[in-house]
Nanobody
Framework: QVQLQESGPGLVKPSQTLSLTCTVS??????????WSWIRQPPGKGLEWMGA???????YYSPSLKSRTSISRDTSKNQFTLQLSSVTPEDTAVYYC???????????????WGQGTQVTVSS
């Protein structure tokens, strides 16, 4: 059973960089042909796919967030990370990491999810 767990600060100041880590257990992030995504849900809004890193290490980003987003991985720790720069209060959301069997911007395509972590952007 694959399990994902998000970790990181719950409060970030405006203009700073948000950094979150997803730790995966029960499966390797290098296993063909899975994609490991970051997805967020602002209060009162729907799920938004932010980007993904593939089993190969290739990265893919939402066009609307590409200029501020970076996803990387540490295969020795079976972790992947999200960095979102220049955050504003509009980046306040519950952030999820998830696994998908193929590359898709549709969050519904993910088959395993972390429990989510609340990140608030406020001074």
């Amino acid at each position: 059973q694959v399990q994902l767990q998000e970790s990181g600060p719950g409060l970030v100041k405006p203009s700073q960089t948000l950094s979150l880590t997803c730790t995966v257990s029960g499966g390797s992030i290098t296993t063909n042909y899975y994609y490991w995504s970051w997805i967020r849900q602002p209060p009162g809004k729907g799920l938004e796919w932010m980007g993904a890193i593939a089993y190969s290490g290739s990265t893919y980003y939402s066009p609307s967030l590409k200029s501020r987003t970076s996803i990387s991985r540490d295969t020795s720790k079976n972790q992947f990370t999200l960095q979102l720069s220049s955050v504003t209060p509009e980046d306040t959301a519950v952030y999820y990491c998830a696994r998908g069997p193929h590359l898709s911007m549709d969050p519904a395509s993910s088959d395993y999810w972390g429990q989510g972590t609340q990140v608030t952007v406020s001074s």
